[in-house]
């Protein structure tokens, strides 16, 4: 049976081991492609694989578990072993990792009040209740058991986040019930504060430091906190990030490959490491995240490309051949082979043949819900997508004021079909509204879910709750009578669209093109002519496109497309008229935004 413990050096077998790991997310990438990643992986000179578990796509609703196809992290784990490769688990309910709502299921904002990431007791019951499901997947995969994995995490950067000790000791005391063996460890900012916070080294829990630059200075800060706790550890930096994620608005984030070949030398000089991200993969869906910034909140794009060693569509970049290099020279018996590549493929371009309104086809595709008072996403059990509100208001035959009250995130008020507001934002903002000559004035609010805030101050937050929790009003008082329709874009909506219903294209509407193929492979979809929303491949949402860059195209891995018949369909709510679905061999970004 292989051994693995934790003394002075990482011991596999009883001998030495340094850990060359790098991150994988198998829920990021299509099943075809988990081989050829893990695979340039091992070809690196890489021995370990790390991954993250999301809570929320593993129990989308409460008591409901999914572990099919991309979710299948028991597949990914014998894959990885049958390649020879180790495994670090990070099962914590909290991931950030640029992941909607940090991983956690948007079905716990049900409970009002509730305290995330604490020993509330409705909390921790939901930790209990997912972990009896997961923790049985994962026992078998220890190394005790026969399997690849090394170790397992308890909580991810908590340290960044509260400091709640009773918190990590029942979360480890529920891993260790649900037969996990192998070490546990906590990962956190390598400062003293963060570390005090986050860790539980006086109950042994082995310590890792998260960084991505100033090697021996973050690694001296590792040292001198084992001493002071009496701890002789092998030093680990558990992510050494390699890149950076980006979001709307903002330029691509690049870092030099020479200079973080020469960083990662200096860390595998001192210790072990695990390149954050390897190869990112992709957002698909709604899961991007969202940063916050005082008010402002900062969703991220789709691409989840992190300017890694592979790139979101999982080719080898200079710094992969950079860092390889840097493995052989500190680790000069390390295996290591000619990476696996691709090919991408313009797939051509294909008129877009029919629209319609989605006010249009509204009632067609959702039974909407009808209350006094507006619900948020997660109280109609929708959590992701956009919610529309319908409501009629009392036209006074003068301009009058709207407010819509604490509202999250994006909102687009029409006021009998025409557009008259667009805003972001969580306390509310008046607006006038223009009357016409009828008694009523129909009111739209479409308001759009951009993501949940997975990392800093706002985590807890209230607009953590998507769509209106305040309500709107009219003059100074709040409005009575709602008609909800929950756009989730589920297979079983797009179904349901009536493209003969009627177009508007100054209206929120979907377009859609089909078309037949001879051949399929790993494409882009340019959106570089379109406003703002959703593309659906055959039913699978690749996630979202906006015109406000930096990336202005969606990568369509070839296992979304299919020889013969296809059709994709566009969520675009700008306003914008599409006209085609054009390919591209290579991602298209703008180069030409400033600096934040």
């Known amino acids: 049976m292989t051994t693995f413990e934790i003394k002075e050096d990482f011991m596999l077998n009883g001998q030495p081991f340094k850990i060359i790991s790098g991150a994988i997310h198998y829920f990021r990438l299509p099943t075809s492609q988990w081989e050829d990643s893990l695979y340039n992986l091992k070809a690196l000179g890489a021995n370990t694989v790390e991954t993250y578990l999301p809570w929320n796509i593993h129990e989308p609703a409460e008591g409901v578990f999914d572990f099919a196809g991309m979710k299948d992290v028991e597949a990914f784990v014998s894959l990885a072993q049958r390649l020879g490769l180790w495994v670090i688990l990070r099962p914590s309910v909290y991931i950030c990792a640029e992941w ?49 994995v090394l170790m397992m995490q308890i909580e991810n950067e908590y340290g960044s986040y509260g400091m709640d000790k009773e918190y990590l000791k029942a979360t480890k005391a529920l891993m260790e019930a649900g ?88 860390m595998l000089k001192l210790g072990s490491v695990n390149l954050y991200m390897f190869h990112g993969g992709s957002n698909f869906g709604f899961y991007n995240g969202c940063s916050a910034r005082e008010e402002k909140d900062l969703p991220q794009v789709t691409s989840y490309d992190y300017d890694a060693l592979l790139t979101e569509a999982g080719e080898p970049t200079e710094k992969y051949y950079l860092v390889q290099q840097a493995i052989k020279e500190v680790c000069p018996d390390v295996w290591q082979a000619e990476p696996r590549t691709k090919t991408l493929k313009n797939l051509g371009s294909y008129p877009i043949n029919k629209s319609v309104s989605f006010f249009q086809t509204k009632e067609q595709m959702i039974t909407p819900v009808a209350s006094a008072y507006p619900q948020t996403m997660e109280q109609l059990d929708a959590n992701y997508g956009y919610l529309l509100y319908d409501l009629e208001l009392k036209n006074y035959q003068r301009e009058n004021k709207l407010k819509i009250v604490e509202v999250s995130d994006r909102v687009q008020v029409f006021v009998d079909g025409q557009l008259q507001e667009v805003a972001t934002t969580a306390l509310g903002s008046e607006m006038m509204l223009q009357p016409g000559d009828q008694e009523t004035m129909e009111v739209a609010v479409l308001v759009e879910n951009q993501g949940r805030v997975n990392y800093g101050y706002k985590f807890n937050n209230p607009s953590q709750a998507k769509g209106i929790r305040g309500g709107v009003m009219q003059d100074i008082h709040f409005h009575q009578g709602y008609r909800h329709y929950p756009l989730t874009l589920a297979p079983e909506q797009i179904d349901k669209i009536d493209f003969s219903a009627g177009k508007n294209p100054q209206q929120p509407s979907f377009y859609a093109a089909d078309f037949t193929l001879e051949e399929v492979a790993d494409t882009f979809i340019d959106c570089s002519a379109y406003g703002k929303g959703v593309v659906l491949v055959n039913g699978f949402n690749l996630g979202r496109y906006w015109s406000k860059g930096p990336i202005h195209s969606l990568y369509c891995p070839k296992d979304f497309l299919k020889v013969g018949a296809n059709q994709i369909v566009i969520f675009e709510t700008e306003g914008v008229e599409l006209t085609a679905v054009t390919f591209s061999e290579t991602p298209i970004c703008d180069e030409s935004l400033p600096p934040v």
């Open 100 to 148: 909607e709502f940090g991983g956690l299921p948007a079905w716990l904002l049900k409970e009002s009040g509730i305290r995330l990431r604490s020993t509330d007791e409705r909390f921790m019951s939901r930790v209990a209740n997912y972990y009896q499901e997961l923790l049985p997947r994962l026992a078998p995969l220890q190394v005790t058991q026969g399997g690849p």
């Open 179 to 266: 037969g996990i063996e192998v070490p546990l460890f906590t990962s956190d900012g390598a400062w003293e504060e963060a570390l005090d916070a986050g860790t539980l080294i006086d109950e042994d829990v082995f310590v890792t430091g998260n960084f991505g630059s100033r090697s021996k200075e973050n690694a001296a800060v590792l040292q001198q906190y084992f001493a002071d706790h009496g701890k002789k550890w092998p030093l680990m930096c558990m992510e050494y990030w390699d890149g950076w994620f980006n979001r709307w608005g903002e330029p691509v984030i690049k870092r030099d490959p020479a200079d973080l070949a020469m960083e990662v030398k200096e």
